[in-house]
């Protein structure tokens, strides 16, 4: 009995087994719930921070993949101590502080940008039980500590007394502000489904079918403006090592270029945990997550590790756009795409909400086809004129060539 | 659907098709025409339903088919608008529906659809042709095409409203459209000044009668308080009408009211001495001629008439009047038809003619044979507008081969020997012209006209019987001079010679205009007809009924039939004769300038009416009022004014304003500005500072003195 | 509990030195970092108002709102001219930006 | 004095201490990141006042927009990353009496409000404020025309922000 509680509620367990331990060592009360908070945070963090280094792993192994190479493969079984190596690696470096470095500054952004990552597990549902805090504003809260990034890249780039660093910065932020409104937008979509900000009722609102059916354009478009977040490729011109060497943290070495390192990839896996949290249902999956919160952390980690590596997919395919481009692709099309869909979703919602559920689905889905096809149909146009123009200009090259 | 809701659709179609044309379709001629064809098709399978109806029905005299609605609530009572077919209403929605519907199928052939568009054709100009690739050259279409479609469309609308109201008022709505349309058809062509002229002179003219015949409506509302022919021709109505005396000339108000639409009728069917519009409106494009000035508009005039024929036939006065009027015109007109060169003008003439002819049968009282001879005049003469246009067409199309512009197409003696070249013209034009001359037995012309001479004759009217002869001879003379000298002989130009056959969408409406041009008579044979006892007259019948007491017909009279026949084979064979040979202008003994200047009337107008009151708009009214009077008084004021405002500008406003007040202030403010400006620093936080301190201070203050209070 | 006074003496003194900063500060965008604070501290005050009083009414959190939208604009608009006037004049320092004297 | 007066306390000592090193500090990214300290202290007090939402949307605007807004422009505005040189106009000793003045008519007039010293009410557990200030927000009879123009004064901030700050392709301007 004892272990099927610990089964279905392991955090309440330990926590209430803590509570009697720390209350038996004569502590207040407020103290114990402040301790046995902070424990939670730190187990929380520790084991993100455990995971990354997986994460690390699984990146640099898929990369390989698509590269049609091997990866690493020395260290342990299919390299999987490879990422222990780096890091060792990156602890006996030394640990470099550019002259005319605004010290403090410097110091401060690498862990800023890791803080930034780690805070928005705190709103992550694992599972029914399993979760940080259930803040009522949860989608805002994504998107407040999303800014503590930009914030941390804008003072390492700053601090470093770097052109390239701070070029890099000022691209980085120009896209994180501008690829926010088009996340904003899309997360308000779960928003209004689920009648709510909070992750655990947007999650719980899938129990039936998950969003991704309801609203795959929105899906789509929080995917493609969270890599813009991310600022990975094809977004990737904050680093663009071809142009600006690696942009916001070149001066950066050692531990503190791991940290950023570090922070870019849980990044990538926490949007994944979002994606799905938000469009895939969370730890939903055909009732199994009902067998237990750790079967339903499990479920969340696989989506959100499909989230990754669908993430790292478009990143290893894709080729780097340019920044106009990318500030054009943003204001003209993905800002007015998300604002369409957010005020159709609503619209339809709405509408439907009070027919049967099958209409409902189906008309939802009908929608974002609808108007997936006229997105299409707009884009072919305009490429077309496009290319005609091109071609227009071309053809009188040549005559004039000729 | 019953026959009173179709005839309040009749009018629609055309109205809709207006709307579509100019809203929509105007980019498409294709659509334009199918939208305007179809709606006249519509309108007239409509009109043939109802006409159908009208005639199985027993009694429609008595009961027609009548529906109304209230439209505005005058003091106690509504003024109603409504639709009414009785029988006379019914022939003549019947001519209406069919000429319109040809008409409108001929203006595809006319304007030359399906033909490129010309090399430097310009809107407001006819078409002057165009080049295809083999460098021919080829009738080029028209460029306001889908403009004069739906002013067609808009047209008939106004017709058939007018036919089928059942009231004076909506009667009057659907004439004024028509007049619009007539002026803006007229001037179709704008950019042609004689086009724009004529437009004008047509609208102002027509204006006119309709001012008069506004007056008489009036009139009538005010002394019956209502304009519904049902209401008006009660019998009660009609007697106290009667017996009313109005001071003007001695007549009754019955009287006075049928002259007041006469004139109307004057001005609409260009009778003299309004009908000086009437010629110079054949500068419009040949199908308005037709379905405005010879078929339908004209004959709206007359058919008002014989519509009031129950209130105008009270006054005595009233009918002499009309008589006269009609009879004058038939001759008059004739006269000058015998001596225009113009294809189209003489058309023209003879339509005023034959219009006289059936006003002059309703002033002696012939009601029947006044609506006989409307229906079979209508199909006449639209089959011989549209023959002249047919012809004007072929010749236009030997213009473009030879090149040679001076030639007037519409000349007649540039024509002759078209009759080899145009064979579907020539037979139905022929057949029309027959029917237009009275050839006997065969055509319509013959019976309608041979029915107002037997009532002429019959009620004892010698004087308008014999003019009216002499003018039928005429029409006869004319009208085969005319197809003499167009179709018959030889080509008396290179143009004649290279004219050819208009296309089935021309030809198609002629030939059946010209079945009716030999039909419609039929159905108006008299009963006592060469003394034998036959059927009794269809027509009279009918449309007889639509009065209260059925008038009866005239006695068969040998005297009559001997008159019609003599007249209308002798004026046949004599214009054969005389033309026969004829080869040019100079050999026309009928040039008269007398006639070739119509007696002069427009000359006339001009001197009597148009002068003079140019003159005093000029002299008087600008000259001596508006220069003299009131510039004067204004100028006077202006000058008081102006002297007053120098004596105040010099003492108060130089000395004490200006001096004073003004340089004193400025000079004050300057001094002001001078010390105060270390101030302005331009410094954003100084500014700040200062206000900050200002309002620290004045919260102070403020807090004290209220502590205090 | 804390007592409604602690909140209005923070926003006061908040207030105070963005104003001291306002008025003291060469940099023009120092300047409009001063207002940043006063915006703040007047943000406290309504909040706190609203949570002092019925909570069921919230005209306070609605203004907090309309005064984070109006200091988004204010800084959108002022630094976007600061930016124009750098460009210019090649100077943010308040005091030198006097054109507009006699 | 409670757990949570002691948090005020801590709080109230952030906000104040970093807002006079942004009106005092030399270097201006540090004012700017100084200023972040400001607003996140501010955050927490509206977390204290049980405004989650306000708190969540200051880091969001204020952090997260403004803050990054500032920095950008100081960044944009030097020709070197260091200021030199006093930071302070030259009678700022008369604008601390100012402040001191204001703050002290501002710290008087409260004082003689009888509401000063009250204290609130328990929060509701059940009281949804943020939907209530979502209702309030959208409702016709509360604050939808304040808000309505709110984002009328949002867009002419953007189109003007962006029309003053466009440099014009051509033109002598930049010197």
Not at chain 2, 128 to 155: K, Q
């Amino acid at each position: 009995m004892n272990f099927w509680y610990f089964w279905f509620d392991p955090i309440n367990f330990i926590a209430r087994w803590l509570t009697g331990l720390l209350t038996g060592w004569g502590l207040a009360s407020w103290l114990t719930s402040l301790i046995i908070q902070l424990v939670g945070a730190v187990v929380l963090i520790s084991l993100m921070m455990v995971f990354d280094i997986f994460l690390v792993w699984v990146e640099r192994k898929v990369v390989a993949r698509f590269q049609d190479r091997l990866g690493p493969n020395r260290v342990g079984p299919f390299g999987i101590f490879q990422p222990f190596a780096d890091i060792v690696k990156l602890i006996i470096k030394e640990d470099i502080t550019p002259d005319g470095a605004d010290k403090v500054v410097y110091n401060l952004a690498p862990v800023l940008s890791l803080m930034s990552v780690l805070l928005l597990w705190a709103v992550m549902p694992l599972a029914p039980v399993i979760f940080g805090v259930d803040l009522n504003v949860g989608a805002l809260y994504i998107i407040a500590a999303g800014s503590i990034g930009t914030l941390s890249i804008i003072m390492a780039a700053w601090a470093s007394n770097n052109k390239f660093a701070l070029i890099g910065a000022f691209r980085q932020v120009a896209v994180l502000v501008s690829f926010e409104i088009p996340m904003i937008a899309t997360m308000l979509i779960p928003t209004i489904l689920a009648g709510s900000m909070g992750m655990n009722e947007i999650v719980q609102g899938q129990q039936t079918v998950w969003y991704v059916l309801l609203a795959p354009l929105a899906a789509l478009t929080f995917l493609i403006a969270a890599i813009a977040e991310l600022g990975r490729s094809p977004f990737d011109l904050n680093e663009a090592e071809s142009e600006i060497v690696a942009g916001f943290h070149i001066e950066y070495t050692g531990m503190k270029f791991g940290l950023f390192y570090a922070g870019e990839l849980l990044h990538a896996f926490t949007f994944g945990g979002f994606w799905a949290i938000l469009f895939l249902g969370g730890y939903h999956l055909f009732g199994l997550e009902n067998l237990g919160p750790l079967v339903a952390v499990l479920i969340l980690f696989a989506k959100a590790m499909f989230g990754y590596w669908v993430i790292m997919w478009i990143r290893y395919t894709v080729m780097r756009i340019r920044i106009d481009q990318m500030l054009a692709f943003n204001w003209k099309f993905l800002t007015p795409v998300a604002f369409v869909l957010l005020m159709l979703t609503a619209l339809m919602n709405a509408l439907l909400r009070p027919a049967s559920s099958g209409i409902y689905i189906a008309g939802m889905l009908l929608t974002n086809v609808v108007l997936g096809w006229i997105i299409v149909e707009i884009l072919s146009g305009f490429g077309r004129r496009e290319r005609q123009k091109a071609e227009g200009v071309a053809t009188a090259a040549a005559s004039a060539h000729r | 659907m019953t026959t009173e809701t179709l005839i309040w659709l009749i009018p629609l179609p055309p109205i809709l098709a207006f709307f579509l044309i100019v809203l929509f379709a105007n980019r498409s001629k294709a659509l334009s025409h199918t939208i305007a064809v179809g709606a006249a098709f519509l309108s007239w399978l409509g009109a043939m339903i109802v006409f159908v109806r009208a005639i199985g029905t027993p009694e429609l005299g008595r009961t027609p088919f009548a529906s109304f609605i209230n439209w505005i609530p005058t003091a106690d009572t509504w003024l109603k608008v409504g639709v009414q077919i009785d029988p006379l209403g019914a022939v003549v929605l019947f001519f209406v529906a069919w000429t319109v519907l040809m008409i409108f199928i001929y203006s595809v052939g006319y304007h030359n659809f399906g033909q490129p568009k010309g090399d430097h054709d310009i809107a407001g100009l006819p078409p002057h042709g165009a080049s295809d690739e083999h460098g021919h050259h080829v009738p080029s279409v028209e460029p306001m095409y889908s403009r004069f479609f739906a002013f067609i469309s808009l047209f008939a609308f106004g017709m058939f409203t007018l036919v089928v109201s059942d009231n004076l008022l909506t009667l009057f709505a659907g004439w004024e459209i028509m007049g619009l349309c007539s002026y803006l058809l007229i001037g179709f062509w704008y950019a042609k000044p004689s086009a724009r002229d004529a437009a004008v002179k047509a609208f102002m003219t027509t204006r006119v009668g309709d001012v008069f015949m506004l007056l008489g409506i009036a009139f009538l509302y005010s002394a019956t308080g209502s304009l519904s022919y049902r209401d008006i021709f009660q019998p009660q109505v009609l007697g106290a009408l009667a017996s009313v005396p109005t001071p003007i000339f001695g007549l009754s108000a019955a009287g006075l009211i049928g002259l007041l639409l006469f004139i109307g009728t004057i001005g609409k069917s260009a009778q003299f001495p309004l009908h000086v519009w009437l010629p110079d409106a054949m500068e419009g494009p040949t199908p308005v001629s037709a379905m405005i000035h010879a078929a339908t508009m004209v004959s709206a005039g007359v058919y008002m008439v014989i519509r009031m024929f129950p209130l105008i036939s009270l006054d005595p006065h009233t009918m002499t009047i009309i008589a006269f009027i009609g009879t004058f015109t038939a001759i008059f007109a004739a006269t000058i038809a015998v001596a225009q060169n113009d294809i189209k003008k003489v058309l023209a003439y003879s339509t005023i003619s034959q219009l006289g002819f059936m006003i002059a049968a309703l002033g002696v009282g012939a009601y029947v044979a006044a609506a006989f001879h409307l229906v079979t005049h209508a199909f006449f003469k639209a089959l011989l507008f549209l023959g002249s246009g047919s012809v004007i067409h072929g010749m236009e199309h030997g213009v473009l081969h030879t090149g040679n512009h001076e030639v007037d197409p519409q000349n007649m003696f540039n024509m002759g020997g078209l009759r080899k070249k145009m064979p579907i013209t020539f037979w139905t034009f022929l057949i029309g012209g027959f029917a237009l001359s009275g050839f006997p037995l065969l055509t319509a012309g013959f019976w309608s006209k041979d029915e107002i001479f037997t009532e002429a004759f019959g009620t004892g009217h010698w004087i308008v019987f014999i003019t009216l002869a002499v003018a039928a001879f005429l029409t006869a003379f004319y009208t085969m001079r005319q197809i003499t000298l167009t179709f018959l002989g030889e080509p008396r130009t290179k143009e004649a010679e290279h004219a050819h056959e208009t296309k089935w969408t021309m030809t198609a409406p002629l030939v059946i205009l010209a079945s009716f041009a030999v039909c419609a008579g039929w159905v108006g044979i008299p009963q006592d007809f060469l003394g034998l006892h036959l059927n009794p007259t269809w027509f009279h019948e009918f449309v007889g009924s639509t009065l209260s007491v059925m008038p009866g017909a005239a006695p068969f009279s040998w005297i009559v039939l001997g008159t019609s026949l003599v007249v209308a084979l002798g004026g046949l064979f004599v214009g054969w004769l005389v033309y026969r040979n004829v080869a040019s202008v100079e050999q026309d003994k009928l040039q008269i300038p007398l006639l070739k200047n119509k007696y002069y009337f427009d000359e006339i107008y001009s001197a009597v009416f148009i002068k003079p009151a140019t003159w005093f708009a000029d002299a008087i009214v600008y000259q001596t009022m508006d220069k003299l009077l009131i510039d004067g008084v204004l100028h006077f004021f202006g000058k008081a004014a102006q002297a007053i405002g120098s004596v105040v500008r010099k003492y108060i406003d130089l000395l004490i304003i200006n001096r004073t007040i003004g340089d004193g202030t400025a000079r004050v403010t300057q001094w002001v500005g001078k010390n105060l400006r270390p101030i302005q620093s331009g410094r954003i936080q100084q500014y700040m500072l200062v206000s900050l301190i200002v309002l620290l201070a004045i919260a102070g203050l403020l807090y004290y003195l209220l502590a205090i209070v | 509990m804390i007592p409604l006074s602690w909140f209005l003496i923070l926003s006061a003194a908040l207030f105070s030195i963005g104003l001291f900063g306002v008025l003291s500060r060469k940099n023009a965008v120092a300047i409009l970092l001063g207002i940043e604070l006063m915006l703040n501290a007047v943000n406290i005050n309504m909040v706190s108002f609203w949570r002092y009083g019925d909570v069921s009414q919230m005209a306070g959190q609605v203004f907090a709102i309309i005064v984070f939208a109006v200091a988004a604009s204010e800084v959108a608009v002022g630094l976007a001219l600061v930016i124009s006037v750098y460009r210019r004049r090649n100077t943010v320092i308040a005091e030198e930006l006097d054109l507009m004297k006699w | 004095m409670t757990v949570l007066q002691i948090f005020f306390l801590i709080v109230a000592l952030v906000i104040l201490g970093s807002s006079l090193m942004v009106v005092t500090t030399r270097n201006l990214i540090h004012a700017a990141l100084w200023l972040i300290v400001t607003l996140f202290g501010v955050a927490v007090l509206y977390a204290v006042l049980n405004a989650g939402f306000l708190a969540v949307v200051q880091v969001v605007v204020y952090i997260g927009a403004i803050a990054i807004l500032f920095i950008f422009a100081v960044m944009l505005t030097r020709k070197e990353l260091r200021d030199r040189g006093p930071q302070l106009n030259r009678g700022w000793w008369l604008n601390v009496i100012i402040a001191l003045l204001t703050f002290g008519g501002l710290f008087w007039m409260l004082q003689s409000w009888n509401g000063f010293s009250k204290t609130a009410a328990a929060f509701p557990s059940s009281y949804d404020a943020l939907g209530q200030l979502g209702n309030a927000l959208i409702s016709p009879n509360a604050f939808v025309l304040p808000f309505e123009v709110a984002s009328v004064l949002l867009l002419a901030a953007l189109v003007g922000a962006v029309y003053i700050a466009f440099n014009p392709p051509s033109g002598d301007s930049r010197k």
